[in-house]
């Protein structure tokens, strides 16, 4: 009689010929194959979704519609998201990945380093076509659909300024910075570094601006921030303007 224990049971095909018969260990539990299937269906359905909420607006988008695009039945769609409104929440949280990892690289590195790092990727970001198109899609129909609105800002800026807040709070108590409310404070630095860009971007006034003017005014947020909030007695040179070009 043989006897299969622990972890070479399952994670190891194991042929077993006893008597006239085979004992096969399966790779895969079906239970885990059928959340991976579920899982890369899921991420289809919000890929199409964005581009359709994009095209055609939020009223405008057809869960019937989608079904087809997707390539199922409305069923299907259902099984994954209860409503429009959920979907387009899903959507929401799937853009805000890419600005994960910009917010995750804020550390505890010297200040305005770890600021002018943040404030360029940032920055890059809030002027990319895909941000903007998401943002001209919210201030069209968030009003109508004011649920569209709520995801927008739970999943993008009111998220990026609880992280942004935790940061300048913990440089307050350092000492780096003057001392205020911490999300006032972020509030105030994100609309520095997104403001000179991305409002003519999103009014149609300006064409892509290249890499070198999104970095430059970056910097010069930065430069801003760090003068209005340098704690009283900070010595002039750690405040200096160091983006601005030699006379």
């Known amino acids: 009689m043989l006897l299969l224990i622990g972890r070479d049971a399952l994670s190891v095909k194991q042929k077993v010929l006893s008597g006239t018969h085979m004992i096969t260990a399966p790779d895969d539990p079906p239970l885990k194959r059928n959340d991976a299937r579920r899982a890369k269906r899921r991420a289809e359905i919000i890929a199409i979704s964005r581009r359709f909420f994009e095209e055609h607006g939020y009223a405008g988008t057809v869960m019937s519609d989608l079904a087809r695009e997707v390539g199922g039945s409305k069923r299907t769609m259902w099984s994954h998201f209860a409503s429009k409104a959920e979907l387009f929440e899903a959507v929401m949280q799937d853009a805000a990945q890419r600005y994960r990892p910009i917010l995750d690289g804020l550390g505890d590195g010297d200040l305005r380093d770890e600021l002018t790092r943040f404030a360029t990727a940032f920055a890059f970001e ?14 069209a129909e968030g009003r109508r659909f004011p649920e569209i609105a709520a995801a927008f800002w739970k999943e993008g800026p009111g998220r990026t300024r609880q992280k942004v807040g935790a940061f300048l709070a913990a440089r307050m108590a350092a000492g780096e910075l003057r001392k205020d409310d911490a999300l006032i404070t972020a509030n105030t630095l994100l609309n520095l570094i997104a403001g000179g860009l991305q409002q003519p971007l999103l009014w149609g006034l300006m064409l892509a601006p290249n ?3 999104i970095a430059t005014d970056a910097c010069r947020a930065i430069d801003l921030f760090l003068r209005a909030y340098a704690p009283p007695g900070l010595d002039e040179d750690r405040v200096r303007t160091r983006s601005s070009s030699p006379s």
């Open 126 to 139: 809030v002027t990319s076509a895909e941000t903007l198109a998401i943002v001209r899609l919210v201030i």
């Open 211 to 213: 890499r070198d003017a």
